[in-house]
């Protein structure tokens, strides 16, 4: 009895070191993506096996020697996605485990990824300038804190916009305005939501100034004094001597 208890051991010790090894001709451990933010990133951990994964046995996953989640999946596909409430690096390594918990070894393949708080979200403070004359290509910028590189702006009413400078602080656009006060846009992206800070801002758009013609001076012409004739007087005929 005592020497088929020693085989059933061996036997099993076999299957185990079978299995175990049938690991490590795994075709891909990984997790993705490596780095994202805390409570908002979802990171997805996978596992493809060449040969799969033998009945009685799962694939588990550790994070920085502690633990050991069970990873969802069977034979050849195990695959788990998680957000984390937590900040930080993390380095992952999975195992071959037994249904019942008892850990068979690790596998060879090991990676990480970090987690971070997100940056302070984007905020617009102002719009210069805050007039325009319409039909006059003009250049607004917009000022602020941690602007993102896609932002876009926009000046209802105006046609030919065209992205300027982009910085953390300031952005420009150059739009040719239409007559009126014009709501300027700001989002983060094309076509996103307004940014915080910019339902506010105003562009003042003039009109083109109808042109007033120059009057021209009346000439009035100078008379010309009419030239009375000269009267020459007529010669009395002397008196005849009789």
């Known amino acids: 009895m005592f020497k088929h208890h020693q085989l059933f051991l061996k036997l099993l010790l076999l299957f185990c070191i079978s299995a175990f090894s049938t690991l490590a001709r795994?075709?891909?451990?990984?997790?993705?993506?490596t780095t994202g933010y805390i409570n908002d990133t979802v990171f997805n951990f996978n596992v493809s096996i060449t040969n799969g994964v033998p009945a009685g046995y799962y694939i588990g996953m550790s994070l920085n020697g502690s633990g050991s989640a069970r990873l969802p999946g069977s034979g050849k596909n195990w695959s788990y996605s998680t957000k984390s409430s937590n900040t930080g690096t993390f380095n992952v390594k999975y195992h071959l485990h037994k249904d019942d918990g008892t850990k068979v070894g690790?596998?060879?393949w090991s990676g990480s990824f970090s987690v971070s708080a997100p940056p302070p979200a984007p905020t617009v403070s102002s719009v210069s300038p805050t007039s325009a004359t319409a039909g006059i290509k003009t250049t607004f910028t917009v000022y602020g804190s941690n602007l993102p590189?896609?932002?876009?702006?926009?000046?209802?009413g105006s046609s030919d916009c065209s992205m300027q400078n982009v910085s953390s602080t300031s952005a420009s656009v150059s739009c040719t305005p239409y007559a009126g006060n014009r709501r300027f846009y700001v989002a983060d992206v094309p076509n996103g939501l307004p940014m915080s800070g910019s339902t506010s801002l105003y562009v003042n758009v003039s009109p083109v100034p109808t042109a007033v013609p120059t009057a021209v001076p009346t000439v009035t012409p100078t008379a010309i004094p009419t030239l009375a004739p000269t009267v020459q007087p007529t010669a009395t005929p002397a008196a005849a001597n009789i």
Request: glycine share 0%.
């Open 106 to 108: 690790d596998l060879s």
């Open 26 to 33: 795994a075709d891909t451990f990984s997790v993705s993506p």
């Open 149 to 156: 590189s896609t932002i876009a702006l926009n000046l209802d």
